[in-house]
């Protein structure tokens, strides 16, 4: 068994309060959707979560078979997808992807890089260099390699962003055979196409005061 703690979480910006206290425990096999407006903070409680931004107060911690993880370490154990986070232009997607998968492993359901590319539907892109990719090509290939790695922590922001109608339906595909028992974790604007899976929300708002 898989869980995220979080105890006490709080992170300001000078005077400003994003959040104050949150409190709760993540377990695997439950999809939590982290909730609000645009500019409400969800992006930063998503990095906090993450490791790759520290609270102001209080502090997370990771259990993987209720064995308490490092925090130094967590990184290792996660995977991350956002339309803000880089992608790097001059490789090709094979390049990437083989790159990519020296630091994590590879789902254990998928036999090679070549079935890797089919599930992301990008085969006639293969040995294109990603800078000439569109935005929604490169938006699927962040959520493949996130979603079919093979760690049990999976952090999404907004998901959907720059996917059709489609891709939408490509993502929903993913995210139903590649999850299983990992702990999810969505940023979201309440979308019901990006948060399907997920049965427990942290809503932002709630936790300003």
């Known amino acids: 068994m898989a869980s995220i703690t979080l105890s006490g979480i709080t992170k300001k910006f000078g005077k400003h309060i994003v959040f104050r206290n949150i409190t709760t425990t993540i377990y695997d096999g439950e999809g939590v959707a982290i909730i609000g407006s ?8 998503l990095k906090v979560i993450a490791g790759y931004v520290e609270p102001s107060a209080g502090k997370v911690e990771y259990a ?3 064995l308490q993880v490092n925090t130094n370490n967590c990184y ?6 956002a339309p ?4 790097i232009e001059e490789f090709t997607l094979s390049e ?8 994590k492993q590879m789902n254990n359901n998928l036999k090679s890089i070549e079935e890797f590319v089919s599930k992301c539907g990008l085969e006639q892109a293969k040995e294109k260099q990603i800078k000439y990719f569109s935005s929604g ?4 290939l962040k959520l493949s390699l996130a979603i079919m790695s093979n760690s049990p922590y999976l952090f999404l922001d907004e998901p959907l962003t720059n996917l059709d109608a489609q891709g939408t339906v490509w ?3 993913l995210m139903t055979e590649y999850t299983g028992n990992r702990i999810v974790i969505i940023g979201s604007n309440s979308m019901k196409d990006e ?5 427990k929300n942290i809503d932002i708002e709630e936790w300003k005061n």
């Open 38 to 45: 645009n500019g409400s903070g969800k992006s930063t409680l």
């Open 64 to 66: 993987i078979a209720n």
């Open 76 to 81: 290792q154990h996660l995977s991350y997808a």
């Open 84 to 87: 803000y986070m880089d992608l």
């Open 96 to 103: 990437q992807v083989n790159f990519y998968f020296k630091f």
């Open 137 to 140: 090509m490169k938006q699927r």
């Open 171 to 173: 993502y929903q595909s």
């Open 195 to 199: 948060i399907f899976l997920c049965r």
